[in-house]
């Protein structure tokens, strides 16, 4: 390989004089060998990280139309089947009591829970250990846990206690990519000294628990409708959590009862907004109503899944069917 | 030289010198600092002040140059307002590190700033004392007077991310080098003008699906319509669209574009890729001489810090290689390496065009024999991800980098159709970095955990990599890549894997231990085959 390029790069040198008399007649003609670029080579030389040369990070599904129609439609779906938004501003100390009250007081379950946010001062392993997450979280449920890295890669001891690896099955490994090392999500503090390479990325584990067959079970989830990594688009609002993580796991599951649980204080800069359809328990969260009386007279109003939409059916990927076995 | 006594006065007088009316002024500063110093050779009170101190008048100059002395012994311990332009006559301090000037100080003369922690104490259990009243009344001042941004607490923590952030000479050296040392490639944009794009196609001459030509005059007339057209397609890269009969450009792009099977018949869109030869030719001949100019450069490098110490001039070993069932190979005949990469088949229970391992077949791998202290870079995927940590556990390494691999299509797009991942689809690919020992050789941080380049044959993996490995250990550690095909052999390397042709070895223990197991096998093949006949 590296032979080949120096080859290459002494013929240009070679034929530059000729080249440059057939240049001035016609400069558009085309080159004869396709080109592709080394963007991490780039990355030494100029400092732009490689992200920044993705061309769809502002929009994943460019170039297909069948798959933007399927997300706006899912997009409208989940909002119109969607709670009011609801924050539940808790003390870190305290979350862990909170929600014990409303699993055994209020007998509240969720389909989704989402644990963590871009930060790095997250206190998701304790949170894990010190909290009976199975019952909080219906079956079959979905659980995201986003962190940095080095805090994802911590829950590994997770898998290993057989308590935990019975209830939950690491089923993906998500990826957010912010877009330069200027953008509220670099997370600069996870690279210590000990690095050997710059970390430029937040990593989610998507656990599944119960069981759920993606072949069969289309009216609990819609798979590969979203991919595992997304990269920061630019025209992001300013918040501690980038909207697409929201966005995966409304597209993947059709439940309708969400929480995310922020274990770390975002400050005043990087909001906690709160979103339809979530509620949001946090020490920063903009919006402090929720009640669980009305959450669940809303819930039952609403149903706990989005109903079937045969237009979303018709579109959305789904396994090829199995020859019937003779 | 650090002027000691001025150090002193800024610790002692800090919150004066900050509050109004000085409101920390250098230039007032200095004068304050000046007839202080008159004040004190006048009652000739001070026993300790040296010859400077005596003198009548300090210069503003000198003032300026002290505080900049003493700004450089330890940055940050002063902080300026108007740090952007820093001219003199208009520096204002807006921040003084009381403790790290303490220490300074203490360094100079030793015990001066001993009972400081004591003192406050004794000042805080006293508020009715008079001579702090001053200072209550400048804190309550400044509370006022300041808005939440710079409240003590807010210049505390951006005085600790400052610190945080800065990195030391060692980070900045190894990024010079990897500069230095990089080849320059050919790097051309790509145009993301969809416009552009599309007047380019309806002009492009497609043949066979190749672009073979580009009429400058369609260009030049559609330049009106277009701005700034001409110029991009001579120095970026199109993507012109291939349309053919049966192509219904209202379905969008097909998904495998370039590496589409059934271009004959794929009603999807295609693209070809566009771009002058003129610019191609230019782009490489800069290349070129880029290259050769610090070629020279090379051969001076000063920061030879982990590398071999003739680092210029020594070659490179050619590539080496050896055909063999990983699983059953002896690992001690190839001794000791600094890099080991290994992309193993793992089991993760789906049909794929290769054969797999059991996972007991890799973590029993003895991959703990090749090395003493370095590095691991294990490519794993779904499940293999926590068996590949766990392995790398059992190895004696530590995960301290995870490397996303993001996979693009012709169009430098990410993947995201085709049903790639079981409940999600996959962009990405996991590529997890162990380390063993505490390798202190290492040129770290010269690259980021991300590569992005696209997708190849059906698990080759990308070649970036081998340019991150060599800036990380330099050209002459010794490298091994386990379950590498032909396309994996290259110079420095050291291949092992079923799918190579044959061998190849240059270093002579590492042929003279190879043959004496090749010897010993048969040695003992031979009488277990006569046992069982």
Not at chain 2, 61 to 75: C, G, R, V, Y
Request: aromatic letters at 8%.
């Amino acid at each position: 390989m590296t032979r080949l390029t120096m080859y290459s790069d002494h013929t240009p040198l070679k034929n530059a004089a000729e080249g440059s008399k057939k240049r001035r007649n016609n400069s558009l003609k085309p080159a004869a060998q396709p080109h592709s670029n080394d963007y991490t080579e780039h990355y030494v030389h100029t400092c732009l990280p490689p992200q920044k040369f993705v061309k769809n990070s502002e929009n994943q599904v460019e170039g297909y139309p069948n798959l933007q129609k399927l997300f706006r439609l899912k997009e409208k779906h989940v909002a119109r089947h969607a709670t009011k938004p609801y924050g539940c501003r808790v003390n870190i100390d305290e979350m862990c009591s909170t929600l014990n009250g409303w699993i055994y007081k209020h007998k509240l379950v969720f389909d989704v829970v989402m644990i963590g946010c871009l930060t790095d001062n997250q206190f998701i392993y304790p949170l894990l250990t010190s909290l009976p997450i199975d019952k909080l979280i219906s079956k079959p449920g979905f659980l995201f846990i986003w962190g940095s890295a080095q805090k994802i890669n911590e829950l590994t001891k997770l898998l290993q206690n057989d308590g935990w690896a019975k209830k939950f099955r690491k089923s993906e490994e998500l990826v957010f990519i912010p877009v330069d090392k200027s953008s509220p999500f670099y997370p600069g503090l996870d690279n210590n000294d000990e690095a050997l390479f710059e970390k430029m990325q937040w990593h989610c584990w998507m656990c599944i628990t119960g069981t759920v067959r993606r072949a069969t079970d289309g009216h609990l989830i819609h798979c590969n409708v979203d991919t595992d990594l997304n990269i920061e688009s630019e025209n992001l609002q300013n918040s501690a959590i980038p909207a697409h993580l929201y966005k995966i796991a409304e597209n993947f599951s059709t439940a309708t009862r969400r929480l995310h649980i922020i274990p770390a204080r975002t400050g005043t800069e990087t909001p906690v907004r709160v979103r339809p359809g979530w509620v949001i328990m946090s020490p920063d969260v903009i919006l402090n109503n929720f009640d669980s009386a009305k959450y669940q007279e809303e819930i039952s109003k609403l149903g706990t899944h989005l109903p079937t939409r045969s237009e979303i059916e018709v579109l959305r990927p789904k396994s090829p069917t199995q020859k019937k076995a003779t | 030289m650090i002027n000691c006594e001025l150090v002193k006065y800024l610790v002692e007088n800090h919150n004066d010198l900050l509050a109004p009316p000085i409101s920390g002024r250098v230039e007032d500063i200095g004068i304050m600092f000046a007839t202080r110093n008159d004040a004190m050779s006048l009652d000739n009170e001070s026993a300790e002040s040296t010859g400077q101190a005596g003198q009548a008048g300090q210069k503003a100059d000198e003032f300026w140059n002290d505080l900049m002395n003493i700004e450089a012994i330890s940055p940050g311990c002063l902080s300026f307002a108007n740090s952007a332009d820093l001219s003199r006559q208009h520096a204002t301090i807006d921040y003084v590190d009381v403790e790290t000037l303490e220490i300074m100080h203490n360094c100079v003369v030793p015990g001066s700033f001993q009972r400081h922690s004591t003192r406050i104490e004794q000042n805080s259990s006293k508020p009715g004392n008079s001579a702090n009243s001053s200072s209550w009344s400048c804190r309550l001042h400044s509370i006022l007077e300041s808005h939440a941004a710079d409240t003590p607490n807010q210049q505390t923590l951006d005085r600790l991310n400052q610190a945080l952030s800065l990195k030391p000479a060692s980070y900045l050296l190894g990024r010079e080098r990897a500069r230095k040392f990089t080849r320059h490639a050919s790097f051309i944009p790509i145009c993301g003008n969809k416009n552009h794009c599309s007047v380019l196609s309806s002009i492009a001459a497609i043949s066979s699906n190749k672009v073979v030509a580009m009429d400058m005059n369609k260009v030049h007339a559609a330049e009106q319509d277009c701005p700034g057209l001409l110029k991009c397609a001579q120095s970026k890269i199109h993507y012109i669209s291939n349309l053919k009969p049966q192509t219904d450009a209202s379905l969008g792009d097909c998904s495998y574009l370039d590496t589409c099977h059934k271009l004959n018949s794929c009603r999807y869109v295609h693209y070809l890729q566009y771009l002058p030869e003129s610019l191609a030719q230019a782009t490489a001949i800069n290349v070129a001489q880029t290259n050769e100019a610090s070629a020279s450069k090379r051969h001076m490098c000063l920061y030879t810090q982990g590398l071999n110490c003739s680092v210029a001039s020594a070659p490179t070993l050619p590539a080496q290689w050896i055909q063999c069932d990983v699983r059953k190979f002896d690992f001690n005949i190839l001794g000791k390496f600094s890099v080991v990469v290994a992309d193993p088949a793992w089991n993760i229970r789906m049909n794929l065009p290769y054969g797999t391992c059991n996972d007991s077949e890799l973590t029993d791998l003895p991959l703990d024999l090749l090395q003493q202290e370095g590095i691991l870079f294990l490519w794993v995927t779904g499940r293999a991800i926590e068996v590949g940590k766990s392995s790398l556990q059992k190895w004696g390494y530590h995960v301290c980098n995870e490397i996303s691999w993001i996979k693009t299509n012709q169009l430098g797009r990410t993947i995201v159709t085709g049903r790639t991942g079981h409940w999600l689809n996959h962009s990405k690919e996991h590529l997890l970095v162990g380390v063993k020992g505490s390798p202190r050789w290492l040129n770290r941080q010269s690259d980021v955990d991300l590569i992005v380049s696209a997708s190849r044959e059906t698990s080759r993996k990308p070649d970036e990599l081998y340019g991150m490995i060599e800036r990380l250990v330099g050209p002459h550690a010794r490298k091994l890549e386990v379950f590498g095909r032909d396309h994996n052999t290259r110079p420095g390397w050291f291949t092992i894997g079923n799918q190579l042709n044959g061998d190849r070895i240059c270093e002579i223990d590492v042929k003279m231990k190879y043959n004496t197991y090749l010897q010993k096998q048969r040695s003992q093949s031979v009488p277990r085959y006569s046992t069982l006949a």
